[in-house]
């Protein structure tokens, strides 16, 4: 390959956070980081991670939801390498209402849903931040969902913290340029990871889901390795506050036929 080329996708030395990289979707873009050469640091809260341990990838613990261990985390790896690069706010949850749950139960819900999913990514931007500005520069990158714009029922507090993921990326976008730190989002569509195997587990709920997408087939962890690289590096140096939809075309799907029709 051309030499320009590489250097451009290049994440060589870059020092690389992706939080809820137990397992699943950070799991999947934490191992592809670490093949394009950045020294990563997956975390979770699990006490190891679901995956074997490749050249430049480590397992961290950290509990998102409290700020001052990602905070520690940020400091620690600033100590030992000199830069922090990129940030992936992968950490997520979903928690589906039941008809029987009551006011005090979608509180409660509401809360612990918009805490991980939208107070955690603003906590890691914040304190990951001032250690990209002191290494020149750096990378936000925030897992949002296809229901940052679109509805599904009976979680309406996922939806709020997706949509409001999706806006504060904009918002932090305008106010870390001048440090040079980038901050996208990347929305992906029907995954198959532990948070929907309940769906593509179950025949129906899976071909329902299905019939939505462009790309006829599930999407895997993998497939955001090639979103977050080009978000990462030199490569989308003139990028910044914007969504990539990875999500076999959910989105962008104006009537649903059978994916394999004309
Ligand atoms: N799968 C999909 O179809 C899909 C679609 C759109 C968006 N997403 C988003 O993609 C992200 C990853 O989802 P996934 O499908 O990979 O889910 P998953 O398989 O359930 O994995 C979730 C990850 O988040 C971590 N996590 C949860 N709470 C945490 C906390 N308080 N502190 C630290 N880590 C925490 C989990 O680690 P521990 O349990 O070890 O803490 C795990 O590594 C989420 O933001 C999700 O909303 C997923």
């Given at each position: 390959m051309n030499s320009y080329i590489e250097q451009l996708f290049s994440l060589q030395d870059r020092v690389a956070i992706v939080t809820g990289?137990?397992?699943?979707i950070g799991a999947g873009i934490a191992k592809g980081l670490a093949q394009a050469g950045a020294k990563t640091y997956g975390t979770g809260r699990?006490?190891?991670?679901?995956w074997e341990s490749i050249e430049n990838l480590h397992y961290k613990r950290c509990d998102?939801?409290?700020a001052q261990e990602i905070l520690k985390l940020c400091q620690e790896l600033y100590e030992e390498h000199g830069r922090l690069d990129i940030l992936v706010n992968a950490a997520g949850i979903t928690l589906p209402l039941k008809d029987t749950d009551t006011l005090e139960e979608r509180l409660t819900n509401f809360d612990r849903t918009i805490e991980v999913d939208l107070r955690a990514p603003y906590a890691g931007s914040m304190a990951a931040a001032p250690y990209m500005a002191k290494s020149g520069g750096g990378s936000i990158i925030n897992i949002t969902s296809i229901n940052s714009i679109v509805g599904f029922p009976g979680n309406p507090g996922y939806v709020a913290a997706k949509g409001g993921l999706r806006l504060m990326t904009k918002g932090l976008a305008m106010d870390l340029i001048k440090d040079n730190i980038r901050v996208n989002n990347i929305a992906p569509g029907y995954i198959e990871t532990s948070m929907t195997k309940a769906s593509f587990s179950n025949p129906e709920t899976y071909e329902q889901r299905l019939?939505?997408?462009?790309?006829?087939r599930w999407g895997q962890p993998e497939d955001l390795v090639g979103a977050t690289i080009y978000l990462a590096s030199?490569?989308?140096?003139?990028?910044?506050g914007q969504d990539i939809f990875v999500d076999g075309g959910w989105t962008a799907k104006g009537m649903i036929v059978t994916p394999y029709s004309s």
């Open positions: 990289a137990s397992r699943g699990s006490e190891k991670p679901e998102v939801s409290k019939r939505h997408m462009i790309v006829p030199d490569a989308s140096a003139y990028v910044t």
